[in-house]
């Protein structure tokens, strides 16, 4: 989806090093994602954000950060990368409260972690 | 707590055949459901969504999936499958507080 930007699109880095991946949404929705893609286990939540200064852990959250300072920006940071953090990451975002509501994608950072 | 089952990692079907990708959920109330689909080096994009009335339901892309809560299953169905279909489709159940529950997807391959 255009509205939800993801940078960098692909990092390289080594064990140990800080990485920050960005996330920033044009649409002020109030909740924001982030995911792990890993072969045979489809999408894996690690933290989401149901407001400015609200955050909480998903199903895999050990080795990340995040904050959310602003609506429309939610980076997520690795701060000590390890190699089972080499990934695909995608951030969404979705409107408002109810469980019926869409999750928009961005197109993801392949992050490879040496 | 909630989970979605793919039971088909991969599917192939020849162009113009009629395809039918199967999900499972496991979920104690009314679900949330949806299905997304994800083309190579993109994000997912949404294809349809089911969260109450008419069990059946129309997405974009000529899908349709069907809701049978006696069998815990809301398959994705699409009558004649072009070329451009292929790529990964992902099914997810709603598990409260705006979080979804992926399944591990099934990759759709088109021959011609």
């Known amino acids: 989806d255009a509205g939800i930007t993801q940078s960098p699109r692909y990092k390289i880095t080594e064990t140990g090093r800080q990485v920050t991946l960005m996330c920033h949404q044009i649409w002020s929705h109030s909740y924001m994602f982030w995911y792990r893609q890993d072969l045979g286990h489809g999408l894996r939540l690690i933290y989401y954000s149901a407001a400015a200064d609200i955050t909480d852990k998903g199903e895999v959250p050990d080795g990340y950060v995040v904050s959310r300072s602003k609506t429309e920006n939610f980076p997520l940071t690795l701060e000590s990368a390890t190699r089972s953090q080499t990934s695909v990451y995608f951030c969404?975002?979705?409107?408002?409260?109810?469980?019926?509501?869409?999750?928009?994608f961005g197109d993801g950072t392949r992050l490879s972690i040496l | 707590a909630q989970s979605v089952t793919q039971p088909d990692i991969h599917i192939t079907v020849s162009e113009g055949a009629s395809l039918e990708l199967r999900c499972n959920y496991s979920?104690?109330?009314?679900?949330?459901l949806f299905w997304y689909v994800q083309s190579p080096g993109q994000g997912l994009q949404l294809l349809l969504k089911?969260?109450?009335?008419?069990?059946l339901v129309q997405g974009i892309k000529g899908f349709e999936a069907e809701f049978k809560r006696s069998q815990s299953s809301f398959n994705l169905r699409k009558p004649s499958v072009h070329w451009s279909d292929a790529a990964e489709y992902f099914c997810?159940?709603?598990?409260?507080?705006?979080?979804?529950?992926f399944g591990a997807g099934t990759i759709l391959r088109v021959k011609s």
């Open positions: 969404a975002s979705s409107e408002r409260q109810g469980g019926n509501q869409p999750q928009h």
């Open positions: 979920y104690g109330a009314t679900p949330y």
């Open positions: 089911y969260f109450s009335g008419d069990t």
């Open positions: 997810a159940v709603g598990a409260g507080g705006n979080k979804l529950v």
